[in-house]
Structures are given as structure tokens and as C-alpha cells.
């Protein structure tokens, strides 16, 4: 079985940072891709940054230069790093994680439980 544990959402004021993480643990073979998402209310999940294990990154035109994805491979972690945070950033966040998994050794999408970030103006 898999496990992820979100951690580091919270409250700050708009133009604050927070860091995310999410790490992965289990019966794991690989991890490929890992993501952040958000669900602000009344919306539906988007996609925040993503970064692969061929080490392509990409990100939400909303949060270019102001938000940065990272993994640690050893650790089989994903971390957020936002910075310049507005009003409009606030939402649930949740992490994506693709994994091979050793007892199915099958590729499946993993998501946290959900952080919640909440920028005040």
C-alpha cells in the first residue's frame, strides 16, 4: 500500500510564502510524475505545477515566477514553494503523485488528503 502526507498549508497575508510538501511512502518501485493541484470553492480542480521524472516542469500561468515545484527523488517528496502570495491563491491544494507500485507493479495516480492555503488581502 501507498501513503501520502500533505503538509505546510496555513494562514498568511497577501505578498506572505508558504511551503508545501508531500511525501510518498509505501510500497513504492518508482515515482514518475509528481503535481500540486488546487480547488478553490465553487470551482474545480486545476492544475498548479507538475514536474516529471525526466525532470520537465511546468506551471499555471497564474503562479509563474512566484511558484516553484522541487522533489526529492530519495525521499520520494514533492514540495510547493509560494511565494508573492495573492487573495486568489486560496484554495484546498492537494499532490498527484504517479507511482509504480511493488505489489501491483502497476502506474497509479495517488492524491493527498488536501492542505488548506488561505491568503488574506
Known amino acids: 500500500q501507498v501513503q501520502l502526507a500533505e503538509s505546510g498549508g496555513g494562514l498568511v497575508q497577501a505578498g506572505g510564502s508558504l511551503r508545501l510538501s508531500c511525501a510518498a511512502s509505501?510500497?513504492?518501485?518508482?515515482?514518475?510524475?509528481m503535481g500540486w493541484y488546487r480547488q478553490a470553492p465553487g470551482n474545480e480542480r486545476k492544475l498548479v505545477a507538475v514536474?516529471?521524472?525526466?525532470?520537465?516542469?511546468s506551471y499555471a500561468d497564474s503562479v509563474k515566477g512566484r511558484f516553484t515545484i522541487s522533489r526529492d527523488n530519495a525521499k520520494n517528496t514533492v514540495y510547493l514553494q509560494m511565494n508573492s502570495l495573492k487573495a486568489e491563491d486560496t484554495a484546498v491544494y492537494y499532490c498527484?503523485?504517479?507511482?509504480?507500485?511493488?505489489?501491483?507493479?502497476?502506474?497509479?495516480?495517488?492524491w493527498g488528503q488536501g492542505t488548506q492555503v488561505t491568503v488574506s488581502s
Open positions: 509505501g510500497s513504492i518501485i518508482s515515482v514518475n510524475a
Open positions: 498527484n503523485l504517479r507511482i509504480t507500485t511493488l505489489l501491483t507493479r502497476r502506474t497509479i495516480d495517488y
Open positions: 514536474t516529471t521524472s525526466g525532470g520537465s516542469i
